[in-house]
T-cell receptor
């Protein structure tokens, strides 16, 4: 089944404790992206990657790191989480087609709470 | 700058009736794509329908159709014959040509009543 998977689905942690949220896709997609969703704010892009070893900042990159060492994986790293990073996080992927029709498919989400 | 506006925080509809969810957008780029996603209470984001700015016809996917009015910069989602399972948040999103960014509106919460 074609899908984007994220782990963990739920995570409660404490301020300053480094964590990684994994994202993997099995569709051979070129493009991958991370979003956070907060009440009343919709989805905002954190980072995206056009291909292996190619990453770029989205709208809200502060406090996050990413890497794209393999095409299928795009982990999100919070090196020193803070309570304002409590949010619902989504990973998404797409074929990376030129033009505007490139549809992004989302993972199930990771609900992160930072105490 | 891209901007998506969804003016209806919440909408209610009776089962089996049709409902229209509004989406207006702002862009100076002539080439763009518009997307609608559904987010049920379980949290996942489900792609519903796509409309390109140069598409001559309104997009349709089963019970979903897009009322695309380019001059008004609106891309309203129409759900026909609503079902209880349609209760969810619905997000409109846009991508401009040459941009890697998908910009989302703040969403509309749809409740389908039996």
């Amino acid at each position: 089944e074609a899908q984007v998977t994220q782990n963990p689905r739920y995570l409660i942690t404490v301020t300053g404790k480094k964590l990684t949220v994994t994202c993997s896709q099995n569709m051979n997609h070129e493009y991958m992206s991370w979003y956070r969703q907060d009440p009343g704010l919709g989805l905002r892009q954190i980072y995206y990657s056009m291909n292996v070893e190619v990453t770029d900042k989205g709208d809200v990159p502060e406090g996050y790191k990413v890497s794209r060492k393999e095409k299928r994986n795009f982990p999100l790293i919070l090196e020193s989480p803070s309570p304002n990073q409590t949010s619902l996080y989504f990973c998404a992927s797409s074929q990376g087609l030129a033009g505007v029709s490139d549809t992004q498919y989302f993972g199930p989400g990771t609900r992160l709470t930072v105490l | 700058a891209q901007k998506i506006t969804q003016t209806q925080p919440g909408m209610f509809v009776q089962e089996k009736e049709a409902v229209t969810l509004d989406c207006t957008y702002d862009t100076s780029d002539p080439s763009y794509g518009l997307f609608w996603y559904k987010q049920p209470s379980s949290g996942e984001m489900i792609f519903l329908i796509y409309q390109g700015s140069y598409d001559q016809q309104n997009a349709t996917e089963g019970r979903y159709s897009l009322n695309f009015q380019k001059a008004r910069k609106s891309a309203n989602l129409v759900i026909s014959a609503s079902q209880l399972g349609d209760s969810a948040m619905y997000f409109c999103a846009m991508r401009e040509y040459g941009s890697e960014k998908l910009v989302f509106g703040k969403g509309t919460k749809l409740t389908v009543n039996p």
